[in-house]
């Protein structure tokens, strides 16, 4: 089956140079496509320069800073266009290692979609502040009680999708922007009745660069859990 990697970047130079490469290096033959947001710190430049040397590798140039959520939606549908049977999604700092692939590779043989998961069972977080930790134990927490998803980590951006759930999606429908994009399409992977499955991995929190969590991205999550949990309450009474 044909596995192709997702990975939105902005000012991930530092860290870019050595993700891709240890990807490739994996025995899976994997294919990287870098959705890069205009970074200034060049980092679109730099995968074009190795997609010039590895045609497993390629980039969508984007003008600016345009959002994750949009960034996966070009990202997903270039896999599709060239033909990608799983599709992948990860940072690009690391906190997402690639060693954790291969399982998630494997355990799509019977999962619709495969989440990386801080929260079931050999899984963890690492080099993360009590803060943060919080906003995303209660985040996840939230997310599970107002919209049902069954998934210990329902915004965990570390994912691997079969094709058919991709093309079952309207992709272009999808209200949400930012890391709240995935809990949207968490919800409508199981509300479609898809498999959802989770592997155990250790979130490290990134050694390099800087985060793009801001206050503003978890008021957005916010809204899109009330927005799509009263979406969800009128389809239940309509029923």
């Known amino acids: ?12 130079r530092e860290n870019i140079v050595m993700l891709v490469p240890e990807l490739l290096a994996l025995p899976l033959g994997l294919n990287v496509i870098v959705v890069d947001d205009n970074s200034p710190d060049s980092t679109g430049l730099i995968v074009d ?12 140039h984007r003008p600016s800073k345009l959002g994750l959520g949009t960034a996966y939606i070009a990202g997903f549908k270039k896999a599709l266009a060239t033909g990608a049977d799983l599709i992948l999604t990860m940072d690009a700092d690391y906190s997402h290692h690639p060693r954790y692939v291969p399982a998630m590779i494997e355990r799509s043989q019977t999962a619709d979609l495969v989440i990386g998961s801080r929260y079931v069972r050999g899984g963890g977080t690492m080099g993360r502040s009590l803060p943060l930790r919080l906003v995303s134990y209660g985040g996840n927490a939230i997310a599970k009680i107002m919209l049902g998803l069954r998934a210990r980590d329902c915004t965990a951006g570390f994912r691997c999708y079969r094709r058919a759930v991709l093309e079952a999606i309207d992709l272009d429908s999808i209200f949400s922007n930012g890391y709240s994009f995935l809990i949207e399409t968490l919800y409508q992977v199981q509300r479609r009745g898809w498999t959802v499955a989770e592997v155990p991995i250790c979130y490290m929190d990134r050694q390099l660069g800087t985060s793009k969590i801001s206050r503003s991205e978890i008021n957005r999550a916010l809204y899109t859990v009330i927005r799509l949990s009263a979406s969800r309450a009128l389809s239940l009474v309509r029923r």
């Open 1 to 12: 089956m044909k596995s192709t990697v997702i990975i939105p970047t902005y000012n991930e």
């Open 49 to 60: 320069e190795m997609a010039a040397q590895e045609p497993r590798v390629s980039v969508i």
